[in-house]
């Protein structure tokens, strides 16, 4: 972890508020006129890099009077250890064996509460929390009412009527998603030049606009015709009201963009993401009492084996976001959840079921009691199910199963 400059002693009181017990960290103090400070500066960046499991501080005393005041500081530089809120140390002088052998005192690897993540294990599993947001976009009365007005809404529910005249879950599903793949959206992979007519080449990493980030763009792909040597740009939009309007992209795009589609029907539907390289959509049948998978690139309704038996893809972390709920769904894509499990070695298992735990009641919050039981019996649903569709592969066979799954039909996702 890189050495953090840290100005008031508010700043320092919450970095240790919210410190491990366990975690060590240590505060240089320093100024910038100070021969000796100058000197150990990037050794002590150096001790960052190499102890990733402490937190490396450092102060000028010069603008932080206040923090320097509070412990005494007099000579610089000055070192102080820091572990659980107390002063367990000092070291004064650039003496680099007497900051290393006071940091190997009293440094540990190992958090005190067994559930808390490491630093790695922190980075790791900050990709989870970037998709909890998406449930604002399709809960929007405005963006539902956009994806309305450009979907043929009578026709789809009147063609999903069974004979009792009633709209048939299932077959919405099909309908919706036959249209919405076959008349409505596209896949991108490269752009043809509006000028010469020829495929450009590149996808090179971009710059997006003012204009492309105010629509969701946080990427952009820069593609170079191999005729004229025109520029083209594809936006990656994260925005499905702007991919009403845009009606393109890869994997991503489609799933983001049906998942508005389906909450805007009123079909209740999750937005599956996976670590690997691909993303699609969850939907639940009520009549079934169970969520489906919906691949809408692939066109592919209730195979949830495609991507390891279709495509052999090993995947290893495959994450449902509801709009008020987040659960693992991995064991449902798999065909040996015990050698998937093996594969999920980035986080511990306990850090990885209390961070999602956490995740999920935080989406939680302002439910009904009666939506929160709801959810808990349909999660409790969910995990038998797996369980026992897990042990059904396994006795079926490998070679025996999905034999009509066929490749993929669409390109690279990400």
Same mark, same amino acid.
């Given at each position: 972890?890189?050495? @953090?400059?840290?100005?008031?002693?508010?700043?320092?009181?919450?970095?240790?508020?919210?410190?491990?017990?366990?975690?060590?960290?240590?505060?240089?103090?320093?100024?910038?006129?100070?021969?000796?400070?100058?000197? +150990?500066? #990037?050794?002590?960046?150096?001790?960052?890099?190499?102890?990733?499991?402490? @937190?490396?501080?450092?102060?000028?005393?010069?603008?932080?009077?206040?923090?320097?005041?509070?412990?005494?500081? /007099?000579?610089?530089? @000055?070192?102080?250890?820091?572990?659980?809120?107390?002063?367990?140390?000092?070291?004064?002088?650039?003496?680099?064996? &007497? +900051?290393? !052998?006071?940091?190997?005192? %009293?440094?540990? @690897?190992? #958090? &005190?509460?067994?559930?808390? &993540? !490491?630093?790695?294990?922190?980075?790791?599993?900050?990709?989870?929390?970037? %998709?909890?947001?998406? $449930?604002?976009?399709?809960? =929007?009365?405005?963006?539902?009412?956009?994806?309305?007005?450009?979907? #043929?809404?009578?026709?789809?529910?009147?063609? !999903?009527?069974?004979?009792?005249?009633?709209?048939?879950?299932?077959?919405?599903?099909?309908?919706?998603?036959?249209?919405?793949?076959? =008349?409505?959206?596209?896949?991108?992979?490269?752009? /043809?030049?509006?000028?010469?007519?020829? *495929?450009?080449?590149?996808?090179?990493?971009?710059?997006? /606009?003012?204009?492309?980030?105010? =629509?969701?763009?946080?990427?952009?792909? +820069?593609?170079?015709?191999?005729?004229?040597?025109?520029?083209?740009?594809?936006?990656?939009?994260?925005?499905? &009201?702007?991919?009403?309007?845009?009606?393109?992209?890869?994997?991503?795009?489609?799933?983001?963009?049906?998942?508005?589609?389906?909450?805007?029907?009123?079909?209740? !539907?999750?937005?599956?993401?996976?670590?690997?390289?691909?993303?699609?959509?969850?939907?639940?049948?009520?009549?079934?009492? $169970?969520?489906? %998978?919906?691949?809408?690139?692939?066109?592919?309704?209730?195979?949830?084996?495609?991507?390891?038996?279709?495509?052999?893809?090993?995947?290893?972390?495959?994450?449902?976001?509801?709009?008020?709920?987040?659960?693992?769904?991995?064991?449902?894509?798999?065909? =040996?959840?015990?050698?998937?499990?093996?594969?999920?070695?980035?986080?511990?298992?306990?850090?990885?079921?209390?961070?999602?735990?956490?995740?999920?009641?935080?989406?939680?919050?302002?439910?009904?009691?009666?939506?929160?039981?709801?959810?808990?019996?349909?999660?409790?649903?969910?995990?038998?199910?797996?369980?026992?569709?897990?042990?059904?592969?396994? *006795?079926?066979?490998?070679?025996?199963?999905?034999?009509?799954?066929?490749? $993929?039909?669409?390109?690279?996702?990400?």
């Amino acid at each position: 972890m890189p050495v @953090t400059a840290v100005r008031t002693l508010y700043e320092l009181t919450d970095v240790m508020d919210r410190a491990d017990a366990n975690r060590l960290i240590i505060v240089d103090f320093y100024a910038v006129w100070c021969g000796p400070c100058r000197h +150990i500066s #990037p050794i002590f960046e150096q001790m960052s890099a190499e102890f990733g499991n402490a @937190t490396f501080l450092k102060v000028d005393v010069d603008q932080s009077r206040d923090i320097s005041s509070r412990y005494g500081i /007099t000579a610089m530089p @000055t070192f102080l250890f820091f572990k659980n809120k107390a002063l367990v140390d000092t070291v004064r002088g650039a003496n680099e064996h &007497a +900051i290393r !052998s006071t940091i190997q005192k %009293h440094y540990s @690897t190992t #958090p &005190a509460n067994p559930n808390s &993540a !490491s630093d790695d294990e922190k980075r790791f599993l900050e990709q989870f929390v970037r %998709h909890t947001g998406r $449930r604002n976009y399709y809960t =929007d009365e405005v963006f539902k009412a956009l994806a309305r007005s450009v979907m #043929p809404e009578e026709e789809l529910l009147l063609k !999903s009527k069974n004979e009792k005249g009633e709209v048939d879950e299932m077959e919405l599903l099909r309908n919706l998603m036959d249209w919405f793949k076959n =008349d409505f959206f596209t896949w991108f992979d490269s752009p /043809t030049c509006e000028k010469c007519t020829l *495929k450009a080449s590149g996808g090179l990493a971009g710059t997006p /606009t003012k204009n492309e980030q105010e =629509d969701g763009a946080s990427r952009v792909e +820069i593609f170079i015709c191999n005729g004229c040597n025109s520029e083209m740009r594809f936006p990656r939009y994260n925005n499905p &009201a702007k991919l009403l309007q845009t009606r393109t992209g890869r994997c991503g795009e489609w799933a983001n963009c049906f998942a508005l589609m389906l909450s805007a029907i009123g079909l209740e !539907s999750r937005y599956i993401f996976d670590t690997t390289d691909h993303v699609w959509n969850e939907v639940f049948i009520n009549s079934e009492n $169970r969520w489906i %998978h919906v691949d809408p690139c692939e066109n592919i309704l209730d195979r949830p084996l495609l991507y390891t038996k279709g495509w052999s893809k090993q995947l290893s972390y495959c994450i449902a976001y509801g709009n008020d709920h987040v659960s693992d769904v991995t064991w449902r894509y798999v065909y =040996d959840a015990k050698l998937t499990a093996q594969r999920r070695y980035e986080v511990r298992p306990a850090v990885f079921e209390n961070f999602l735990a956490k995740l999920n009641a935080r989406q939680m919050e302002g439910c009904s009691d009666e939506r929160k039981k709801t959810l808990a019996v349909r999660r409790a649903v969910d995990l038998i199910e797996m369980a026992v569709a897990n042990e059904k592969y396994q *006795k079926i066979g490998w070679e025996k199963l999905g034999d009509d799954l066929g490749g $993929r039909t669409t390109g690279g996702c990400f």
